[in-house]
T-cell receptor, first 112, second 113 residues
Framework: DGGITQSPKYLFRKEGQNVTLSCEQN?????MYWYRQDPGQGLRLIYY???????QKGDIAEGYSVSREKKESFPLTVTSAQKNPTAFYLC???????????FGPGTRLTVL | DAKTTQPPSMDCAEGRAANLPCNHS???????VYWYRQIHSQGPQYIIH???NNETNEMASLIITEDRKSSTLILPHATLRDTAVYYC??????????????FGGGTRVLVKP
């Protein structure tokens, strides 16, 4: 069953702690993306990767870091430098950068 | 990417067709019209996309006007599970690096029994 998985669905952390959000896809897609969504708002691009071992900053990369060591995986770390980390985080992938993007179910992060 | 304008909300009766309009008067020749929907607290779901011809798949139909300045997404037989926010997005296929999707306000569709 092909798709994109994100875990966990809900995540709670104390302020000042780093936290890593998981994103895995078995669609054999080259490109992967991380977006952030705040209540009642649209999506904002954090980071994207068009190929393994390469990634670029999106519009709001400050306070976040990523890695792309495997084609299937694109984890996002929310660092303590991110001023307002509480949000809904969405991972997406596409065959190549130009293609249709498909989204995972999302992880809702709450920093207490 | 061209800006889109959608009504903020609309209601639809279960079993009836839902017609969702979208204006994109500044669309360029190489820009596609994409539709996604987002059910509460879930990730956006791709519905359909098109360039200038009408398109149909198992979920919906997309009607694009001849001048490409507007389009309509048609859900042929709305069910309660179609209640969601629907986003119309215009994006160039051969976009420069970044390829982000720009979600506007969308249309909040409520399907009523």
């Amino acid at each position: 069953d092909g798709g994109i998985t994100q875990s966990p669905k809900y995540l709670f952390r104390k302020e000042g702690q780093n936290v890593t959000l998981s994103c895995e896809q078995n669609l054999n897609h080259d490109a992967m993306y991380w977006y952030r969504q705040d209540p009642g708002q649209g999506l904002r691009l954090i980071y994207y990767s068009q190929i393994v071992n390469d990634f670029q900053k999106g519009d709001i990369a400050e306070g976040y870091s990523v890695s792309r060591e495997k084609k299937e995986s694109f984890p996002l770390t929310v660092t303590s430098a991110q001023k307002n980390p509480t949000a809904f985080y969405l991972c997406a992938s596409s065959g190549v950068a130009e293609d249709t993007q498909y989204f995972g179910p999302g992880t809702r992060l709450t920093v207490l | 990417d061209a800006k889109t304008t959608q009504p903020p909300s609309m209601d639809c009766a279960e079993g009836r067709a839902a017609n969702l309009p979208c204006n994109h008067s500044t669309i360029s020749g190489n820009e596609y019209v994409y539709w996604y929907r987002q059910i509460h607290s879930q990730g956006p779901q791709y519905i359909i996309h098109g360039l200038k011809n009408n398109e149909t798949n198992e979920m919906a139909s997309l009607i694009i006007t001849e001048d490409r300045k507007s389009s309509t997404l048609i859900l042929p037989h709305a069910t309660l599970r179609d209640t969601a926010v629907y986003y119309c997005i215009v994006r160039a296929y051969f976009k420069a690096a970044g390829n982000k999707l720009t979600f506007g306000g969308g249309t909040r569709v409520l399907v009523k029994p």
